[in-house]
T-cell receptor, first 113, second 115 residues
Framework: AQSVAQPEDQVNVAEGNPLTVKCTYS??????LFWYVQYPNRGLQFLLK??????LVKGSYGFEAEFNKSQTSFHLKKPSALVSDSALYFC???????????FGSGTKLNVKP | DVKVTQSSRYLVKRTGEKVFLECVQD?????MFWYRQDPGLGLRLIYF???????EKGDIPEGYSVSREKKERFSLILESASTNQTSMYLC??????????????FGPGTRLLVL
């Protein structure tokens, strides 16, 4: 069965510090991996994706993520957090040739001034 | 610019009522999806559709049905609303093929309260 795990319900970080939001996955087949962000009372916004190629992918708002096949992980990172990055972050996976996406349970990121 | 709209942002209904949630996308996407979002559970797929009049069950279809009569519109129907269907409902769309098929675009969500 396909699944995505976000082991942390909440991540707290001080503004200006680097941040990491963790994601691991379990799929049969080649994964397509995504990160989405959700601000309060809003829908999900696409941040970045890994399809193939370079394991380090860069996305919107200075975020990046590293695909690690051996550890089946796709952690989201940013070198210097902003208070405005505070939101709910979702990791998702899709298997090639299937239309279904599988989402993690979400991680709330709190960036304190 | 990509746009997915949902008919209501907030909805309050009574137990047993029939509820219609509508979603419209203007991107000519083949795929459309309905999810519900609950704290600690993330997004769970209710139904999706890859073409007009076509539908497939997701992970939690019980108590729901869908309708896709036009490519741009995908409706979620709660046949007889129950309190455990109180949730945030999110609609999404994506292309069926090509480079962009992988990305889903989401609507703003409908927060449904069933009393």
């Amino acid at each position: 069965a396909q699944s995505v795990a976000q082991p942390e319900d909440q991540v707290n970080v001080a503004e200006g510090n680097p941040l990491t939001v963790k994601c691991t996955y379990s799929v049969s087949g080649n994964p397509y991996l995504f990160w989405y962000v959700q601000y309060p009372n809003r829908g999900l916004q696409f941040l970045l994706k890994y399809i193939t190629g370079d394991n380090l992918v860069k996305g919107s708002y200075g975020f990046e993520a590293e695909f690690n096949k051996s550890q089946t992980s796709f952690h989201l990172k940013k070198p210097s957090a902003l208070v405005s990055d505070s939101a709910l972050y979702f990791c998702a996976v899709r298997v090639y040739n299937f239309n279904k996406f599988y989402f993690g349970s979400g991680t709330k990121l709190n960036v304190k001034p | 610019d990509v746009k997915v709209t949902q008919s209501s942002r907030y909805l309050v209904k009574r137990t047993g009522e029939k509820v219609f949630l509508e979603c419209v996308q203007d991107m000519d996407h083949e795929n459309m999806f309905w999810y519900r979002q609950d704290p600690g559970l993330g997004l769970r797929l209710i139904y999706f559709s890859y073409d007009v009049k076509m539908k497939e069950k997701g992970d939690i279809p019980e108590g729901y049905s869908v309708s896709r009569e036009k490519k741009e519109r995908f409706s979620l129907i709660l046949e007889s609303a129950s309190t455990n269907q109180t949730s945030m409902y999110l609609c999404a769309s994506s292309l069926l093929g090509g480079v962009g098929q992988e990305t889903q675009y989401f609507g703003p969500g409908t927060r449904l309260l069933v009393l």
